[in-house]
């Protein structure tokens, strides 16, 4: 009998050719209508390939406008233009929400220079000198991308950003070291020194929500890569780039479209139609970003969970933090978790809010001192629950 499903199962068609084209990972060799942009990068980083100045630049743009990809691609082209023009000159790409703290950074930073020291026990502004020196007796050069640079900052302060403008400033020589920072917003800069602050403001690029139209010549490359040819229907494009459109996300829409693909697939193999867009839409929210809670450590999963439930049950759109943590206790104990301190929990509530997944106000003085109303940013509560429960039972299956 097995054989027989096995067989079955193996025999079955797919509408994909390449799923893995479809992958949130995945940059394509070329980005539909950022041709604008990757000009304007160009013009602004010119200098540092004809008169090895140095540049910083700030790219903002709200969740799925490419700037993750736009910077990655110009960074690839950059380096090999600057190499054949005979600069010897890297590209480094840091994602500073992944690398959450300033030794990860510098690590990342410095993970391919052959410095030749311990990186261990040297203060940021040491071990930047030690990366200046290097560049210097190389005659090298290094740009970087900060990517999330607005996350980091609201997290760890400005000091770092401050380490790597000023040492390559205080180097005498030509700076060397050039920067793109990326962002949702530039309102991160009010933290930052007033120099560094007003550079970036005037080099940057503000990347616009995609339309319908852009979203669906988006849609069209990937298809045309990830399914085999003639398996989606016509109206499929037309309906997800709508639904997306509002956002202007166009990881959001590759997401809808590979999970209606994924459904088309199961049981009789169809072509992908909007119908299974339809399905596909009531399964996955944009408010959920995967690749955020993916990181999240298993308490602040389980705070999350909590919440998520005592939302649900709740009329309101807030709850009051005396309620969640009573609600994240029960979870622990249902996970077999030791709650952590008090205090641990509003730490949890600080970085959960900075991801961008929370959002809370004051609710004025509880019996516990501070309280405060917590919502969830962009979810349903209950599809955030369900998406939780998968990656804790991920978790715990290990
Ligand atoms: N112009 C484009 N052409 C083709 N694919 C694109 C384009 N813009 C974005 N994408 C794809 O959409 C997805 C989201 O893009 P990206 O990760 O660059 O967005 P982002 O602005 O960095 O979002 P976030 O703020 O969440 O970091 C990626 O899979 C990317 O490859
Ligand atoms: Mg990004």
Known sequence: MYRDIFEEEMARGSVFKDQSKLSPDYVPGELVHREEEFRELIRLFRSVLEDRASQRVLITGSVGVGKTALTLRFGEEFESVAKKKGLDLTYVHIN??????????????TSNLPLGVPRRGFTPQELMERVVDYLKKRDA??????????????????????????????????SRLSMIATAHSSNFLDRVD????????????????????????????????AFKSGMVEEGTIELISDISARRGDARFALELLWFAGRIASQGEVEEVSPNHVRKAKS??????????????????????LGLSRRLKISDGAYSVTGDVEEAYKVVCEEYGEEPRTHTQFWKYIGRIENLGLIDTELAGEGYRGRSQRISISDAPPDMMEDEIEELLDNLYKK
């Open 194 to 225: 007033d120099a560094t602050k007003s550079t970036f403001m005037h080099n940057s690029i503000d990347l616009d929500k995609y339309n319908a139209e852009q979203l669906a010549d988006i849609l069209k490359q990937r298809m045309k890569v």
């Open 96 to 109: 500073c929400r992944k690398q959450g703290t300033p030794p990860m950074v510098l690590h990342k930073l």
């Open 283 to 304: 399964k996955i929210h944009p408010g959920i970003r995967r690749e955020v809670l993916g990181d999240l450590s298993k308490h602040e999963l389980l705070f999350l």
């Open 141 to 174: 050069y290094l740009t970087v991308t900060l990517d999330e640079l607005d996350y980091f900052v609201r997290q760890n302060g400005p000091d770092l950003l401050y380490s790597l403008t000023r040492t390559a400033e205080e180097s005498g020589g030509p």
